[in-house]
Each structure stands twice: as C-alpha cells, then as structure tokens.
C-alpha cells in the first residue's frame, strides 16, 4: 500500500530564516506530487506541482521554491521567511492516470514569528 | 475566473441527515472531488463524481449535476465524529484541483 510522509510536524521559525520541509511517497512509483498550503479556516492553496523527476510548475510566485531530487521526493524550500508564510503545508500525491485523486500526508503547521 | 462556492458552516443533529451543496464555475471539468478534513489533520478522500447522478458509499452520498454546475454530499445518520470540515474541489482541464474554502460541520447530541 501506498504511505505519504511529511516532516516536521510542526515548526516555529523567525522571520528571515530559512527553510525546508520533505515529503517522501512509499509504494508507488511516477506519481505526481503537489504542495499545498491552507490558512486558518481557508481552502487549500497549490503552491507548486511536479509530474516527474527535476519538474516543478508554480501556481503561486512568492520567496517559496519546490524541488524533486528523486521520484518519490518532494521538498519545499525558501531562503528567508516571511510573516505570511504561516500556515499549514500540505504535500499530496496522485498517480498520472484518471481520476487522478490526491492522497494527502499529514501536514507541516509552520508558525513565523 | 475559477470558483467554487460552498457553505461555511452548517450545524446538525446526532442522527440525522444533513446535505453540503457546492456550486462551481471553472475552465473544464474532469471531476468533482469531495474530501472530509477533521481539525488540524490532513483531508482524506471521501468521493468522486464525473458523470451526472449519485453515487453511494456506506452513509456517505454525493452528486453531481455538471449542467448546473452543482454537486451536494449527503451524509446519513450523523454521528459525533462526522464533525469536521468538508472540502468541495474541481479538477479543472489542467488536471489541476481548484478548492473550494470548505464547509465546517458541527454535529450537536
């Protein structure tokens, strides 16, 4: 069976710090790979999503960056992190075949202080 | 632009049947999607519909009607750990999802 992980659960970071956060997908292979993020009482936004190997597409531009070193990896980076950039981040996967739906890890709450 | 339109919050009674109706406008369709998100967790999947009409699972029902750009869940026999937000999104003819701000359900004894 398939397993989406995502690290860490929760993060406190100031202002102007950096950041990374991984999402690694067991048990399949191809997928595509999507980070989302959700303000409080907010819908899901899509940052960015890969549908192969060194392949990222942004939905959003801002001082976040994705990346996907390999196939079941996804990473999402910034060099300097702003206020706004709190939220919850989502990573999500799907196979590249209808109905294409989306299988969620369990979230990074990220707090900038 | 692309929208999905969906209740904020909806309250019900233990027990009985409460329907969640979302309403969207996008460019092309390729399916609806609804997902159930419990507080502070991620969402899980709940249905999909592509084609019009209704599809069942357990007490767990949704709809779909793409000429009207409609789709509702339904949800039977409530019980007190179906509070949560329920979540209405669109798979636009990018393949990407558009979502809807989702509809908090509070389920009172």
């Known amino acids: 069976s398939q397993t989406i992980h995502q690290w860490p659960a929760t993060l406190v970071q100031p202002v102007g710090s950096p950041l990374s956060l991984e999402c690694t997908v067991e048990g399949t292979s191809n997928p595509n790979l999507y980070w989302y993020r959700q303000a409080a009482g907010r819908g899901l936004q899509l940052l960015f999503y890969s549908v192969g190997i060194g392949q990222i597409s942004s939905e959003v531009p801002q001082n976040l960056s994705a990346s996907r070193p390999q196939d079941r990896q996804f990473i999402l980076s910034s060099k300097k992190l702003l206020l706004s950039d709190s939220g919850f981040y989502l990573c999500?996967?799907?196979?590249?075949?209808?109905?294409?739906?989306?299988?969620f890890g369990p979230g990074t709450r990220l707090t900038v202080l | 632009g692309q929208n999905i339109d969906q209740p904020t919050e909806m309250t019900a009674t233990e027990g009985a049947i409460v329907q969640i109706n979302c309403t969207y406008q996008t460019s092309g369709f390729n399916g609806l999607f609804w997902y159930q998100q419990h507080a502070g967790e991620a969402p899980t999947f709940l249905s999909y519909n592509v084609l019009d009409g209704l599809e069942e699972k357990g007490r767990f029902s949704s709809f779909l009607s793409r000429s009207k750009g409609y789709s509702y869940l339904l949800l039977k026999e409530l019980q007190m750990k179906d509070s949560a937000s329920y979540l209405c999104a669109v798979m636009a003819s990018n393949y990407q999802l558009i979502w809807g701000a989702g509809t908090k359900l509070i389920i009172k004894p």
């Open positions: 999500a996967w799907s196979v590249q075949r209808e109905p294409y739906e989306q299988f």
